[in-house]
């Protein structure tokens, strides 16, 4: 959820460059003159992707006007309940502020508390039609409708904000990063409708808007990390770090860019000590845990999954021994847990995967518990226990497919289906996992027919990673369709990006290639 908070921002003062001239935007509510200029610098750091420094401006217009109600809803503490707090008391105030700033808050109220995605789209549609020249309004809606795999509108509405306002970054940037793989944040095309060259043509115009913004050169440098040109990549990285003077989110972004590439370089002691480097770079222990996690994710790539192990476990010791909020050390706790379960389970260490996953359960359990204390209504109580328990199904399902209990996986993918069958109208992603999963089931159970219908039915809504990717890869090759497994497991072994995903079956595919398959 943290991601999609950047979504819904509000439009502020953008002047064209080239022509000096105002470009619409909407009237903020607030008597503080310096509010509004914090929140504006909130948004504009945003644009560029500077997301703490957007942040560190968002809670500086909060702390200048504590009624400033759109302010109080993007500023992301990194604390749940505070974001939490903050976004009812704007919805319950809401009548207060503008209309736009209105329907603003109501869109990320019925996406945050209910888990209503398409209903807040349906409102930022309304907006674009009641006030169609704020190129703000379209940027966002944008982003809005490539995570909901509307590429074609996303698409269109971007290209209408840079009509509206030739120096649209975010619009520009965007459109480059539809195109390749940037991470979680951003939503691409289906990687067989990519097209770096378009991507390039992007980022170049993005580079012209903002010479100096670092983001640039570092998406770029991703561009040319797909192209497996990874001496282009450091070179662009290494060029995004020169426009970063001081320890900000970029600074430690790009640092993590130059060791992902050392990675994918093979040059491992290398990488890890680049990526030592982002742990010491990290602007707040969300990033810290992560960074941790991706220093595991190289021991993996050598194979080295005890050491992982071992290096995840100090991790979570010193974690706890931070001076921050309960629940941000919970969820880096939990963050490294996670990877720590993966890991152990795919070693096939039944006894330790289970204690892991029970530790996992119980701390999702726990936070459930702490929801329903604060929880509005039977409408948001029933989002919370639902959640719970597809967590709790879907970690039951993919243990027992890795241990071989292919009858309770079955029957944790069953009662999946028919909690989450019923969300599709509201949420076209709702029976993802349980595709993936029932794809993985069904080709372990020895039924390729069925598991290509399932894994193609995935496919539907978009990738659905390296790890997925790989299984799908090995059903294509059950079924005779030795072509395009080879294609994906080649992919798989030379892809220079780091996550779990690719972490646990890079090797693998590598393994099947070794094999001519």
Not at 11 to 40: G, H, R, W, Y
Not at 41 to 70: H, M, P, W, Y
Not at 145 to 163: C, G, R, T
Not at 340 to 345: A, C, G, R, T, Y
Request: with cysteine.
């Amino acid at each position: 959820m943290k991601n999609l908070i950047y979504l819904l921002l509000v439009s502020i003062t953008l002047i064209s460059c080239s022509e000096q001239k105002p470009v619409k935007f909407i009237t903020l509510t607030s008597d503080s003159e310096d509010a509004k200029n914090a929140f504006m610098e909130g948004v504009l750091r945003d644009d560029q992707n500077e997301v703490n420094e957007s942040e560190d401006a968002f809670k500086k217009a909060t702390e200048l006007d504590n009624d400033f109600l759109i302010a109080k809803v993007f500023y992301n503490s990194g604390i749940p309940s505070v974001q939490r707090e903050n976004l009812i008391y704007a919805y319950e105030n809401r009548e207060k502020v503008s209309d736009i700033e209105k329907k603003i808050i109501e869109a990320n109220y019925q996406m945050q508390i209910y888990g209503e995605f398409n209903k807040a789209i349906e409102i930022f549609d309304s907006l674009i039609f009641q006030y169609p020249d704020i190129p703000f309004l379209y940027e966002r809606t944008a982003n809005m409708k490539a995570f909901n795999k509307d590429f074609d509108q996303a698409i269109s509405y971007w290209k209408k904000a840079l009509e509206l306002n030739p120096n649209s970054y975010f619009s520009a940037l965007r459109l480059g990063l539809l195109n390749v793989t940037v991470g979680t944040e951003f939503m691409p095309l289906p990687e067989d409708k990519r097209d770096l060259e378009e991507g390039k043509k992007w980022l170049k115009l993005a580079s012209d808007i903002r010479p100096n913004a670092s983001a640039t050169p570092r998406f770029l440098g991703n561009i040319y990390r797909a192209e497996l040109e990874l001496d282009k990549a450091l070179a662009a990285y290494e060029l995004a770090l020169t426009k970063n003077t001081e320890k900000t989110s970029q600074l430690m972004e790009q640092n993590l860019m130059v060791a992902h590439t050392l990675n994918a370089m093979g040059k491992y002691e290398s990488a890890r000590e680049a990526y030592s480097e982002t742990i010491t770079l990290s602007v707040n222990n969300y990033w810290w845990a992560i960074n941790h996690n991706y220093y595991a994710m190289s021991l993996l790539a050598e194979k080295k999954y005890d050491e992982a192990i071992r290096f995840l476990s100090q991790a979570q010791i010193d974690l706890m021994k931070i001076d921050d909020s309960k629940e941000v050390l919970e969820w880096g706790y939990n963050r490294i847990e996670f990877l720590k379960w993966l890991i152990i389970s795919h070693s096939q260490r039944k006894e330790e995967s289970m204690a892991a996953m029970n530790i996992l359960n119980e701390k999702s359990k726990n936070d459930l518990d702490l929801s329903l204390n604060t929880a509005l209504d039977k409408k948001e109580i029933e989002k919370l226990e639902r959640n719970y328990a597809m967590t709790v199904l879907f970690r039951q399902a993919w243990s027992d497919i890795l241990f071989g209990e292919y009858d309770s996986a079955r029957t944790s993918l069953n009662k999946m289906y028919a909690v989450q069958k019923i969300r599709v109208e509201e949420n076209p992603d709702a029976l993802n996992r349980y595709y993936a999963l029932s794809g993985y089931l069904n080709l372990m159970e020895g039924n390729i027919n069925e598991s290509l219908s399932l894994y193609e039915k995935r496919l539907e809504r978009g990738d659905m990673g390296e790890y997925h990717n790989y299984f799908y890869a090995l059903t294509l090759k059950a079924s005779g369709n030795q072509e395009k497994s080879k294609e994906i497991f080649v992919n798989l072994a030379n892809s220079p990006f780091v996550d779990w995903s690719i972490a646990l079956v890079k090797n693998l595919a590598k393994a099947q290639i070794k094999t001519n398959l």
